[in-house]
């Protein structure tokens, strides 16, 4: 049996550091070297996380010391801004480390990789900065990306999350008594994930975000203008041709609902209706936030830095 690559994990106690864990205890060739949570320093990591085989206690380290403990992989799970301080303890005590980043701090360096596999797997394969994709992001880029050559217009997204995705720091986007029996836009221009999906298409794309009472699971509506007259079932087929032999993309014909999402490995996408006039697109895709959205992406991405195959430890 061959030594595992061991992962440190900063950023533990959160909801996507949860199934993390969960992803690295039953990974065959992963083992989680240390675990950083302040708040649960000194608990056993199986505390929240019963899969963890390792018998890891959750540890209040700071950038160096995190940097000085030995480890193959370093995935930082932490709120956006707080990166930076790791990643410079990094590279100046183990420059050969990989990162894989959840945050939104590097998603617009051209010095890391941008970890959306299913679009980018061939710059991310041995890259030791990655920037993992937003949730939302990831959803968007992949309903649109197969009519990109086809655009006449700015695509137009409405999506709906779970409060999952506002992160375990309280404010009104994860009060569930404020969201019981609601639905809250936010971000109503300029949202992280609208410039995100802009920079990595290459296309403008307009994006209004909302929460709902539902702990996890998104669901995003494309309204995507053409400049040429297609069928619904040529816009079928265009993602048929484009996410064949992808094991994470499902596609059906029918609109997937928000609970088709939740608890996916993948993306779910469909819908495909054409505008009566045929010269606008309407696609639905629906994903778990915290899994493709996060912590299965991120499993991608190491096992591609790594050289293991992409979905070793996810299937």
Request: aromatic share 6%.
């Amino acid at each position: 049996m061959s030594t595992p690559f061991l992962v440190g994990l900063v950023g533990a106690r959160g909801h996507t550091g949860r199934e993390l864990i969960r992803l690295i205890a039953g990974h065959p060739e992963l083992m989680l070297a240390y675990a950083v949570s302040r708040e649960f320093a000194g608990r056993p990591v199986s505390d929240i996380a019963p899969e963890d085989k390792d018998e890891c206690v959750f540890e209040a380290l700071g950038p160096e010391e995190a940097a000085k403990r030995r480890s193959d992989v370093v995935i930082l799970a932490l709120p956006d801004g707080a990166a930076s301080d790791y990643v410079a303890a990094i590279e100046n005590h183990a420059p050969d480390r990989i990162i894989v980043d959840l945050s939104a701090d590097y998603r617009f360096n051209d010095d890391w990789a941008y970890g959306l596999p299913e679009l980018h797997r061939d710059k991310i394969a041995g890259h030791k900065r990655i920037a993992n994709p937003g949730c939302y992001a990831t959803a968007m880029q992949l309903a649109i990306a197969p009519l990109l050559t086809r655009l006449n217009g700015v695509p137009s997204v409405f999506g709906v999350s779970g409060y999952s995705g506002a992160g375990t720091k309280p404010s009104p986007k994860n009060d569930q008594e404020r969201l019981k029996d609601n639905l809250m836009p936010y971000a109503l221009t300029g949202h992280n994930h609208e410039r995100e999906a802009t920079r990595h298409l290459g296309a403008k794309v307009r994006f209004t975000p909302h929460v709902h009472p539902a702990f996890r699971g998104i669901v995003v509506t494309a309204h995507i203008p053409l400049a040429e007259k297609m069928e619904s079932a040529a816009l079928a087929k265009l993602f048929e041709e484009k996410y064949e032999g992808e094991p994470l993309i499902a596609l059906r014909n029918a609109p997937p609902e928000l609970k088709d999402g939740t608890n996916r490995k993948g993306v779910l996408i469909g819908g495909f209706t054409m505008s009566e006039d045929g010269g606008h697109a309407v696609i639905v895709a629906a994903e778990d936030n915290l899994l493709k959205g996060a912590a299965v992406q991120a499993i991608q991405n190491v096992n591609l830095a790594l050289g293991l195959e992409e979905l070793k430890g996810i299937l």
